[in-house]
């Protein structure tokens, strides 16, 4: 449904998007994830099309709608888009109603099927009874609902949704996910959605792809990112809590863990970072065979589980076990290394092994 | 709010907290603001004074003592807010949202007329536009041969375009601040719903801004009919009345009564418009950004049109700032204002008495008038600047300690009336109340101290702002931190409150000093020969003929107050949020 080729935007100061490829189906939920700066926000305004490629293809369906090479665009209203935004955008002179009414009104549609369409959204979002009051006179939330309302009014193909959460505070944040993915669900679209919170990522997206850069670091399942991250990026940046990497080489017996020499349990050529999931670390007071010394940090009980972080200069171990005693600020841990790394990456970032 | 209730109510036996503070300040407001205004209302409707009414509204005189003065007034009030808003709203757009070239130093130059007396600029008018239908000296325009017609010398046109060149800065103020709150997004969101360029400006930006620009509009209104000293100096001499000058010119000659009508109905039409002007900005509409982050600041590709549109704002700019002040600096340094570039003197500035040049006026530094003005204004200046300052504070203070309440409700609304009132007009409620004696007190018509005390009450509303602006950077948290350490109160005001509020304070005091070196119009009416005013003694000079001094004084008062604004601006570090980018 949505395809992107080689896509790049440069302002001028070098490209803040790369040569980006990727297309998912009808009906998917594409999330842009990454760290603020990557690109994300500037890949979605082109699919909006409110910038235009430096070069590249963007095609919905069968349609080209834009082509950096020729600089050929079509007009935001007529790519069949909406687009929520960060600020909401909601035009503080109209009421609610006012608001979704007028997208609707431009597009040329009679006035009963408007009031029709109107009641028809704001009961979707649940948000009937505002629809007379003015955006600065209701909540973040529901200034939230209503931007969505105002965007799924017209039934776009595709909808666009541009860090939507990022003003809402953690527990909205949560209630308006669902919320996010029911009307995506309702309406059928396909939705791509920015945010550099990994946390939204991988709990809505059908297809994810991992930004850094303006480049792509992978483009997967949520599942695959976790299992199989394709980069030292990626592997640091997604799950919950993300996997640890730890700086490994050959030693005269063993391989050195970030300067601690370890019986050498696979094989190593060179300098790499190898990358071990929280759930296979182990923690305990006492040193064992395999285990590096670290200062506590901080614990947190996670679904019945225990998060534990240790730290020292330039490393930091973070395991999920299922109980820990009572660690105090200052207290050495031994976290415990298992023999085979989930994954191993070069010093810059790709994938070994 | 319970916890606070609890302690009300474990106080219920004592007075509620702060009464005796806010009666305090109350009964100073109703003493500096109410009782001028209510006794001018009743002193006209004292039976042997009520008759003034009639005089003013319908008799025989009252085409000439209302009538044309109103029509006169409404004109210019109208004619400066349309072009106000015009001027300021294209160049405030220009800065905010676009790509024009420099747009920094435009905002800057954008703000500097209202720093500029108006009577100044109306001054260097005459320099440059004077023709010889009344004699004396002919301006610079006319000396170089050309013919300037009545209607470009003198009356409702120029101080029409002297009036909006003042002005516009206000407007431009305003519309900008405005803009600047118009995310980006609002236009792109508008453009997601297909709407065209001009859709986009009819349905989204122009409604967004509309409250601004009214309300840019009704300020500018009110500030232009209530300016005495622009067509004071180009429509006197040419008997062109408006409000304003009418009030002056009877109360100069003594006819206090039908003086004091005028002062009314000037105060009933200013004041309308700026409640109106505010009711728009105030009113449940109110287009207070909608918070979110984001928003990017997206800029208007003017493409060619850049540089000319970039060209005409530079134009405005100039024509209005450094102009004035040039024709001003040159002709103080002219043997008149014919011979601009060719005969240079310093004598307006440093000659000793001639009886050659101007009727033996000695030069500013050697002419007592203008040297006991000097002390006199600066002293007035400073007075007001301290005890402004006071009640600022005093109000700030109890305002923002105790927000609800009867009486709190009371000061507020008082100390925001002087705002609504024309300065010539509250001079005149002020000879209502203080021109004769009250009970064991003297009359203090003539005294500075009635100067001192005009002058601080009509510049409450400007210092309780910056007494807010003071309050509000000592809020309770910084202090109450330093209390969980165990510093003392002394400890305290000394390391904490002093320091953060000693910068605010001195640049709160620096721009009530600046107005005062610059009000015409307040001190015009109390102005006696025992309180020479610098500002008073320039329109004096201007209406003699002695156009170089009038032009030097306003030199000399444009160089202080230029000094104080400055040094104000550097102690206040004031941020202009739509500079930036």
């Known amino acids: 449904m949505i395809g992107i080729d080689a896509l790049t935007k440069d302002f001028g100061e070098g490209p803040v998007v790369d040569a980006v490829s990727l297309s998912v189906p009808q009906g998917a939920f594409l999330v842009l994830v990454g760290p603020s700066g990557c690109g994300k926000s500037t890949m979605l305004r082109m699919l909006a099309g409110l910038e235009k490629p430096t070069s590249g293809t963007i095609t919905f369906g069968d349609v080209k709608v834009s082509d950096g090479e020729s600089g050929w665009t079509i007009a935001p209203s007529r790519r069949d888009t909406g687009l929520v935004f960060q600020s909401y955008a909601l035009w503080p002179h109209m009421t609610v109603a006012g608001n979704v009414d007028w997208p609707l009104k431009v597009a040329g549609l009679d006035k009963a099927e408007r009031s029709t369409r109107v009641a028809e959204v704001l009961g979707l979002l649940g948000i009937e009874q505002l629809a007379r009051r003015y955006p600065n006179e209701i909540s973040g939330g529901q200034q939230q609902r209503v931007a969505i309302a105002r965007m799924i009014a017209p039934k776009p193909k595709i909808m666009l949704f541009d860090e939507p959460l990022s003003n809402l505070d953690a527990k909205l944040r949560v209630e308006m996910r669902s919320e996010l993915m029911r009307v995506h669900r309702a309406t059928g679209a396909t939705s791509v959605y920015v945010t550099h919170d990994q946390v939204e990522a991988m709990t809505m997206a059908s297809h994810v792809a991992v930004l850094n850069r303006g480049r792509i670091q992978q483009f997967g399942t949520p599942r695959d990112l976790v299992a199989d991250p394709a980069t030292a990026f990626v592997a640091t940046f997604v799950g919950t809590p993300p996997a640890n990497l730890i700086e490994v080489e050959p030693a005269q017996d063993g391989i050195a863990f970030a300067g601690e020499i370890l019986p050498a349990s696979f094989p190593l050529d060179g300098p790499a970072q190898a990358m071990f999931l929280p759930e296979t670390l182990r923690v305990s007071r006492e040193a064992g065979p395999r285990t590096i010394a670290l200062e506590f940090a901080e614990a947190s009980p996670v679904a019945g589980r225990v998060m534990v972080t240790g730290a020292r200069a330039g490393l930091r171990l973070t395991a999920v076990v299922d109980d820990v005693p009572g660690f105090m600020p200052g207290d050495t841990l031994y976290f415990a290394i298992p023999e085979v790394p989930a994954a191993l990456f070069s010093v810059d970032g790709e994938r070994l092994a | ?581």
């Open chain 2, 1 to 581: 709010m319970t916890f606070s209730g609890t302690i009300a109510r474990v106080r219920a036996g004592q007075l509620p907290q702060g009464l005796v503070l806010k009666l305090v300040v109350l009964a100073l407001l109703g003493v500096l603001v109410a009782a001028p205004l209510m006794r001018i209302v009743l002193e006209t409707l004292a039976p042997d004074a009520i008759g003034a009414w009639t005089d003013v509204i319908a008799s025989r005189l009252s085409r000439n003592l209302l009538w044309v003065p109103l029509s006169n007034t409404l004109i210019l009030g109208f004619g400066t807010a349309v072009i106000c808003v015009a001027a300021g709203g294209f160049l405030a757009w220009l800065v905010v949202m676009t790509d024009v070239p420099f747009r920094r130093t435009i905002a800057v130059m954008a703000t500097l007329p209202f720093m500029i007396p108006g009577f100044a600029t109306a001054l260097a008018w005459t320099t440059l536009f004077r023709n010889n239908r009344l004699g004396g000296q002919s301006g610079f325009l006319e000396s170089l041969g050309l013919t300037i017609p009545d209607w470009l010398s003198w009356g409702i046109v120029p101080s029409l375009v002297v009036l909006s060149a003042h002005y516009y800065s206000l407007a431009f103020a305003i519309i900008a601040a405005a803009l600047a709150s118009i995310n980006s997004d609002l236009v792109e969101a508008a453009q997601m719903a297909g709407a065209r360029r001009a859709r986009i400006l009819s349905g989204i930006v122009l409604p967004v801004a509309l409250p601004a620009l009214l309300s840019a509009g009704a300020l500018s209104f009110a500030e232009a009919v209530s300016n005495f000293a622009i067509p004071a100096i180009l429509g006197l001499p040419v008997r062109m009345q408006t409000m304003a000058t009418r009030l002056y010119g009877l109360i100069e000659i003594g006819q206090s009564g039908r003086g004091f009508v005028i002062a009314i109905l000037l105060i009933a039409v200013s004041a309308f418009f700026l409640w109106l002007g505010m009711r728009v900005i105030n009113g449940r509409r109110t287009f207070a950004t909608i918070t979110g982050k984001g928003g990017r600041a997206k800029r208007m590709p003017l493409g060619a049109a850049r540089w000319p549109l970039f060209a005409f704002a530079a134009a405005i700019c100039s024509t209005t700032t450094i102009i004035p002040v040039l024709v001003l600096i040159i002709s103080s340094l002219s043997t008149s204002s014919s011979q601009l570039f060719s005969s240079w003197t310093l004598h307006y500035w440093l000659g000793a008495s001639n009886p050659d040049f101007a009727q033996g006026q000695a030069g500013i530094v050697h002419n007592p008038f203008i040297l006991d003005a000097i002390g006199t204004t600066v002293t007035l200046g400073l007075v007001v600047a301290v005890t402004g300052t006071i009640v600022g504070l005093l109000v700030a203070y109890t305002l923002a300690r105790y927000r609800t309440g009867l009486a709190s409700g009371a000061i507020e609304q008082l100390s925001f009336v002087p705002l609504l009132l024309p300065g010539i007009g509250f001079a005149a409620a002020y000879i209502a109340l203080f021109g004769t004696p009250i009970g064991p007190f003297p009359a203090l018509y003539g005294t500075l101290t009635l100067l001192v005390i005009a002058a601080t009450a009509s510049l409450i509303p400007f210092a309780v702002q910056s007494g807010r602006a003071v309050i509000q950077q000592v809020s309770g948290d910084l202090e109450e931190s330093a209390r969980l350490t165990g510093a003392g109160f002394l400890r305290r005001l000394a390391a904490i409150t002093v320091p953060l509020a000693a910068r605010g304070i001195v640049a709160g005091a620096l721009l009530i000093f600046v107005k005062i070196m610059r009000e015409l119009a307040l001190v015009v009416v109390l102005f006696t020969p025992a309180t020479p005013v610098l500002a008073v003694l320039a329109y004096r000079y201007a209406s003699e003929g002695f156009a170089q001094f009038a032009n030097a004084i306003a030199v000399v008062i444009l160089a202080i107050s230029a000094l104080a604004t400055i040094l104000a601006n550097i102690l206040q570090n004031r941020s202009q949020p739509w500079l930036k980018s």
